[in-house]
């Protein structure tokens, strides 16, 4: 296995805002912003390929709601979150800490537990994770070393 992280290649930024709808009219008045690419459609299948989790700080969270709308420019794209109400998540609790800010850069990674587990080795302990079915994702404690929360996601191959 090696030493660094499977990929380099930063697909996303997420930002953690107050209202979605706001900070994306923004967005639109001074960027391009271009179609979703086909292969960030919908999953073709509401069977999972796996059994789906959800995990923050060690526990499973009770349902997470929040408001979503991405942002596609080129070569990356923008993720806005508007968590609603009180849950904790990764989301609420960078909002109420540091308001509408960039909370995370993702990668798309393949070996996703070998990655976690290179992480945690590196001194960067897992907070949160998920599986969707179609992707999984996770978020690591690298705020204060790295400036930014770490994402990494694994799509899954669907059957067609």
């Known amino acids: 296995m090696s ?10 930024i997420g930002i953690v805002c107050k209202d979605v709808d706001e900070t994306a009219a923004h967005f639109e008045k001074i960027f391009e ?4 690419p086909a292969a960030d459609a919908a999953p073709t299948s509401d069977k999972p390929l796996v ?3 959800r995990e923050y700080n060690g526990v499973t969270p009770e ?5 979503v709308k991405n942002i596609y420019l080129d070569p990356i794209y923008f993720e806005l979150i508007q968590p609603i109400g009180d849950v904790a998540s990764p989301w609420h609790d ?20 070998q990655q976690i587990d290179l992480l945690g080795q590196k001194g960067f302990p897992l907070v949160f994770k998920e599986e969707k ?8 404690d690298t ?12 799509r899954i191959p669907r059957e067609k």
């Open 33 to 36: 912003t271009l179609p979703p």
């Open 63 to 67: 349902p997470i709601h929040m408001k």
């Open 133 to 140: 079915g179609f992707e999984r994702y996770a978020y690591f």
């Open 3 to 12: 030493e660094k992280l499977a990929s380099n290649r930063v697909v996303k």
């Open 51 to 53: 059994e789906k989790y």
């Open 143 to 154: 705020l204060e070393k790295l400036g930014i929360t770490l994402e990494i996601k694994e």
């Open 94 to 113: 960078h909002l109420k800490k540091f308001g509408t800010s960039v909370c995370f850069f993702s990668l798309y990674v393949q070996g996703f537990e």
